[in-house]
C-alpha cells in the first residue's frame, strides 16, 4: 500500500474541512441537493445521530474542474454536493452514455452557469465523439 504524505494528510484534512464547512449545515436540514440531478440529498435514518465527521463521510463531493491536486482539491469553488450513483455514473459513462440519461442536460446547464470553462470542455466531448458537428459546436460555444 502506498504510503500517504504529510503534505497530502494535510491536504485531505482541509478538503474534509472545506466540504463540511460548505455543506454541513444545509445537509443536516434537508436542503441539500445533488448537482447533477437537482435530486435532495437526504442522511439514512439510522445515521443521523452520528457526529458531524461520520456524517460527512457520507457525502460526495464532485470536483467541476475534476482536478484534486494540491489547493484544487479543495477548491469552494469547484466542489458540489452529488449523489454517489450520478457520480459514479459520471465517470464511468462514455460520453453518448451521459447524453441519454435524463438527468445530464439539466447538469450541463448549471455547469455552463456555474464554470464556463467546465461546460466547454462537456461540449468538446461531443464534438471529439462526433455527436456533434464542428458547426454545432460553434455554435454552442460562442453563445
Known sequence: MRKISAK??????????????????DLKFGKLVCFFTQKKIVIPAELRHEDDDVLMKYLTCHHLNQERENERLYDK?????????????????SISQLLQQEWYAGFLYR?????????????????KAGLITIEEYERKTTS
Open 111 to 127: 455547469l455552463k452557469i456555474k464554470a464556463p470553462d467546465v461546460w466547454k470542455k462537456e461540449i468538446t466531448k461531443q464534438l
Open 8 to 25: 497530502r494528510k494535510d491536504q485531505n484534512q482541509l478538503y474534509r474541512d472545506t466540504k463540511k464547512d460548505l455543506f454541513l449545515r
Open 77 to 93: 469553488e469547484m466542489m458540489v454536493p452529488v449523489l454517489d450513483k450520478y457520480h459514479n455514473d459520471y465517470h464511468s459513462m
